[in-house]
């Protein structure tokens, strides 16, 4: 079916992969003509489409293209990939600890004076 809402393009896609992973196809096209872009996903028995001409998809064309391509070169699953994205907003203590250690210690610089 032709999905109008994203959010359920995108929900449906990532159960439909984890449902037949190794039968799942994802395609994106741009027709010109139009200025259409056209996403589908398909494991031949249900195909999901999507159709936007609005850049503001753009982002979610990405967030959608790195979960394929994440899921479909490695063995993770797709609920890891989710958790992935949620670790990724947290912020890091560590990270941040580190930096501001870098910000406080001042670099010691050694000079040679050379005569001649």
């Known amino acids: 079916p032709l999905l109008r809402s994203w959010n359920d393009f995108y929900t449906q896609s990532e159960a ?22 056209v996403l589908k996903v398909t494991n031949d028995v249900v195909t999901l489409r999507f159709h936007t001409n609005k850049s503001r998809d753009l982002k979610n064309i990405e967030k959608l293209n790195t979960f394929f391509f994440k899921v479909m070169t490695t063995s993770f699953k797709a609920e890891e990939h989710q958790q992935m994205d949620i670790d990724e907003t947290k912020p890091d203590p560590q990270k941040s600890n580190v930096s501001e250690k870098k910000k406080s210690e001042p670099k010691q610089v050694e000079t040679k004076v050379v005569e001649k």
């Open 16 to 37: 439909l992969f984890n449902s037949d992973p190794s039968n799942t196809r994802y395609m994106l096209k741009y027709r010109h003509t139009d200025g259409m872009v």
